[in-house]
């Protein structure tokens, strides 16, 4: 459990990945996931979703992805971004704040459940600063090639531990704890 915020919810990464490890395609395109994942394939992650914080390029992408349907009903939707959009959302709630604030304001908006991570960025930070307890990773049977990778360049180490494996049709779900690092002694 991550010692950031409250609640008894956990503070999970949840990924679309092609087989060969992007998370988006080029142009940052996710179209794609929608042909193999629907919001009901794993209905279990919906109802243990109280909150989501979402960087700023996914939350754009989704925006122009908003006539395809694609809705997904995580609760509160946060959003980190340095620079709010001129024209307010008021589905989202956008953050300026550093990344352990925002993580504990969305993980007191989820009320107990699980805190959604979307967006490389945003994971990628939580993830070098131990904010992290789970990551989801949605396989989709396609090589993409090209496009975002699951993690960038310099993101380091992060050891995982499988807890779990779940199919729906065409996607499997592989579930991972993150492995907290001892902190050092004396500090």
Excluded at 56 to 75: F, K
Aim: proline letters at 6%; one cysteine or more.
């Amino acid at each position: 459990m991550s010692d950031v915020g409250i609640g008894t919810g956990r503070v999970v990464v949840n990924r679309a990945m092609s087989l060969d490890g992007f998370i988006a395609g080029p142009g940052h395109a996710m179209d794609w996931i929608f042909e193999y994942l629907t919001a009901d394939a794993f209905p279990d992650v919906v109802a243990a979703t109280g909150a989501m914080l979402i960087g700023r390029g996914t939350y754009e992408v989704a925006r122009r992805m908003a006539d395809q349907d694609t809705a997904y009903d995580g609760g509160a939707r946060f959003v980190l971004t340095h620079e709010p959009p001129d024209e307010p959302d008021p589905t989202v709630t956008f953050l300026t704040c550093d990344l352990e604030e925002a993580v504990a304001t969305a993980r007191s908006a989820a009320g107990g459940k699980n805190l959604e991570i979307l967006g490389a960025d945003v994971a990628a930070q939580c993830l070098q600063r131990g904010l992290v307890d789970e990551i989801l990773v949605y396989v989709l049977p396609v090589l993409l090639g090209d496009g975002v990778r699951f993690s960038p360049p310099g993101l380091g180490r992060v050891d995982l531990e499988p807890c779990g494996n779940t199919r729906s049709g065409a996607v499997t779900m592989l579930r991972f704890r993150v492995r907290k690092r001892a902190k050092p002694s004396g500090s």
